[in-house]
């Protein structure tokens, strides 16, 4: 499985269009234009990051799986970014619990019980 994380190699156009094979030119426009992809600016034109081709591959595969338009995707990614946000904080938030004493643990762990 590719490291999509990796922030520190960059992807020219061209190169993005050989990686995810069912993009086109015109839909890597389009994302781009609609800001659901945000490339960032270089000197040789745009370059993208390895978690814009995993975002690519999940907006090509919405498209085609869903016939979603630009305003379908836009509401979809945001709400996958939400929920990607949102279960990096719980992974924080339980690396921080994790890290107190266990009275501490304890009590936080009772206040989660469910109530009878």
Do not use: N, W
């Not at 869903?66 to 719980?90: S, T, W």
């Not at 107190?100 to 643990?105: G, L, S, Y």
Request: with cysteine; aromatic share 6%.
């Amino acid at each position: 499985m590719p490291d999509y994380f990796s922030e520190t190699e960059l992807f020219s156009e061209t190169e993005v269009l050989v990686a995810v094979p069912r993009l086109t030119q015109l839909r890597l426009s389009a994302f781009v234009a609609a800001g659901i992809v945000l490339p960032l600016s270089a000197k040789a034109g745009l370059a993208f990051r390895r978690i814009d081709l995993a975002r690519i591959e999940l907006l090509c595969e919405l498209v085609e799986e869903f016939d979603l338009d630009d305003d379908g995707l836009g509401l979809v990614i945001r709400l996958v970014d939400q929920l990607h946000a949102a279960q990096r904080d719980l992974t924080r938030l339980c690396a921080a619990v994790a890290a107190e004493d266990a009275e501490v643990r304890a009590r936080i762990g009772a206040r989660l019980s469910p109530a009878d």
